[in-house]
């Protein structure tokens, strides 16, 4: 008599468990991201000026780096978060090329890029694997912008100017137990800045502005609270 409500149990017991294991993200989740962070840019130069005129055949290029990448999302919905990027600072080298060559590594400068967007999980709440897209808004900070070799003989007071544009990522997890996930993500982020520096007399001028717009890719792991 006892054997249909201890299977009833037993069946429900084990529903529950499998639903709540199953369970990815739903509204009020908090979830931290970690990993290895590139920004790989996208160099775009414009002319350099010297006291507002232009100088022909004249360009720079900025290289590449990695560093510790973190981002926080927080779930309003099953399907919509907003996430917060953050990372180590980055740091790159402006290289001067076409007229500019000569100078070689022209100087170093790091930046801060925080990034806020609103993200879309188009997936159910059960799915293991869990894509997402999202589009939001960088601010990037530049700092220790740093004149190298012949630059540093030639010229001082270099500055870049901070950036304020759009940013679009996809992105996925894929969940391994009830907290942990693999974590892949990309970023294209619109990075525009002017360098303004001068002679080392100070009786020239110069700038140069410069389109970044680097492809940010981060690989690591997530964890749900």
Known sequence: MFK???AVTILAATTAIAATSAQAYEAG???IRGGLATVQTNVDSGLLEANGVKQTNT???VGNDTQAGISFTYMYTDN???EV????PFKHTIKGVKGLSAYGDFADVKHLPPTVSLQYYPMESNSAFQPYVGVGLNYTAFFSEDLK???DADFKSLELDSSLGLAGQVGFDYKLNEQWSLNAAAWYIDINTTANFKSTAGTTKYKIDVELDPMVYMAGV???F
Request: charge should be positive; aromatic fraction near 10%; avoid cysteine.
């Open 80 to 82: 919509i978060g907003v």
């Open 222 to 224: 997530s964890y749900k």
């Open 149 to 151: 070799g012949k630059a």
């Open 4 to 6: 249909r409500p201890l």
């Open 59 to 61: 360009a720079v290029d």
């Open 85 to 88: 990027l953050a990372a180590t």
């Open 29 to 31: 989740d908090f979830l």
